[in-house]
């Protein structure tokens, strides 16, 4: 399973990193990225996260 963060969207508003720092990282551009597939153990942060952000930047990835 992977998630995804859209670039455009994401205002940086770093929820997610805090909510899940094994998937999410900011980048050096202020935006969050993904650098990890989601396990199990983080499927639940990254829902949370997903759910939180305030643009609803975060989604899943068709077809994984
Ligand atoms: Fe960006 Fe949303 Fe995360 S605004 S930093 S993707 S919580």
Known sequence: MKAT???Y???GCGVCVGLCP???CMGAD???GVYRP???ETLS???EAMDSCPVT???WLEHE
């Open 5 to 7: 963060v859209d670039q």
């Open 9 to 11: 969207l994401c205002i």
């Open 22 to 24: 094994q998937v999410f």
């Open 30 to 32: 202020g935006k969050s």
């Open 38 to 40: 989601v396990t199990e």
């Open 45 to 47: 942060p990254v829902q």
């Open 57 to 59: 930047a975060i989604s």
